[in-house]
């Protein structure tokens, strides 16, 4: 009976040791499953941020050129506006005979603009100053009535 129970022991530890390998060797199939799947997942991520990270870029540069586009576009009608209300004073209020040279500057961040002219009292203005159009488009204003004399 001892020699029954002693063949049940072999065989209850060979199964035991069959289950616990079988069991050990799907934990590390799965554990290195699992690894490579997260290896896999990780490299689709960086890949996804790394274009993402490019489009980003892209679109900033996009952005960046716009607005530099819009600042220089700015400053010329800036200095357009300078040289028209300078040539008009220059007009209604001569300072010489000869001609005069303007020169309307204006600095933006790495870069500077700068227009020069000459004026001279045939100069013609293409292009009026916002105040002198404004009041153009309203006409000449009314005459106003004389204060009683007191």
């Given at each position: 009976m001892l020699d029954k129970i002693k063949g049940f022991g072999e065989q209850i530890s060979n199964f035991a040791s069959g289950a616990v390998d079988g069991v050990t060797s799907t934990v590390k199939e799965g554990a290195s499953a699992v690894k490579d799947g997260a290896h896999a997942v990780a490299d689709k991520?960086?890949?996804?941020?790394?274009?993402?990270?490019?489009?980003v870029a892209e679109k900033a540069g996009q952005i960046n050129d716009k607005v530099s586009d819009m600042a220089t576009r700015e400053a010329v009608a800036q200095l357009r506006e300078v040289m028209a209300v300078a040539v008009e004073e220059l007009r209604n209020k001569p300072i010489s005979t000869s001609p005069v040279l303007l020169i309307a500057k204006v600095d933006i961040v790495l870069a500077s603009l700068e227009?020069?002219?000459?004026?001279?009292?045939?100069?013609?203005?293409?292009?009026?100053?916002?105040?002198?159009?404004?009041a153009a488009e309203q006409g000449p204003e009314p005459d106003k009535p004389e204060a009683p004399a007191a």
């Open positions: 991520a960086t890949g996804a941020v790394s274009a993402a990270g490019q489009r227009i020069q002219m000459m004026v001279d009292h045939n100069t013609q203005l293409l292009h009026l100053p916002s105040a002198s159009r404004k």
